[in-house]
């Protein structure tokens, strides 16, 4: 079995227009939209799709995704150098430095956590061998 295609996270969002506005504020650009579902696009590949739920509670959502980068320094001050005020329910966190991964996370409109994760170096050359990680 040959397995092609993708796989993309897939989020809520109480209303399609302020959640295309929003992302579009962070770089994003519709690629796709419809009542019940819109398809958001960033850069080349990455894409970010959500599904209409009018009804959600923002505050209570537990809904997520992550964005693996590269460079997780040139996102984060792209997006920390926007002006966060003019969007009171989101908010973007500092970077923080963890032994396998460095992150920071940013909470949309809709109460969906995006963490934004670079992994570290050292982190790559490790491998999962019979349970155990293992330094190659």
């Given amino acids: 079995m040959q397995f092609d295609g993708q796989i993309t996270a897939n989020l809520p969002a109480i209303d399609f227009s302020e959640t295309a506005l929003f992302y579009q504020y962070l770089g994003l650009s519709v690629h796709y939209q419809s009542s019940e579902w819109m398809i958001m696009r960033l850069g080349n590949g990455m894409l970010l799709e959500f599904f209409h739920h009018p009804s959600l509670d923002a505050k209570h959502s537990w809904h997520s995704a992550c964005i693996r980068v590269q460079d997780l320094h040139c996102y984060y001050?792209?997006?920390?150098?926007?002006?966060?005020?003019?969007?009171?329910?989101?908010?973007?966190?500092?970077?923080?430095?963890?032994?396998?991964?460095?992150?920071?996370?940013?909470?949309?409109?809709?109460?969906?956590?995006?963490?934004?994760i670079q992994v570290n170096e050292k982190d790559e050359r490790r491998i999962i061998y019979k349970g155990s990680a293992v330094q190659i």
């Avoid at 150098?81 to 969007?87: A, E, V």
């Fill in 77 to 116: 001050e792209y997006w920390s150098g926007l002006n966060w005020q003019d969007w009171p329910a989101a908010r973007i966190t500092e970077i923080q430095n963890f032994e396998e991964i460095s992150q920071f996370c940013i909470i949309d409109i809709n109460g969906s956590l995006l963490r934004c």
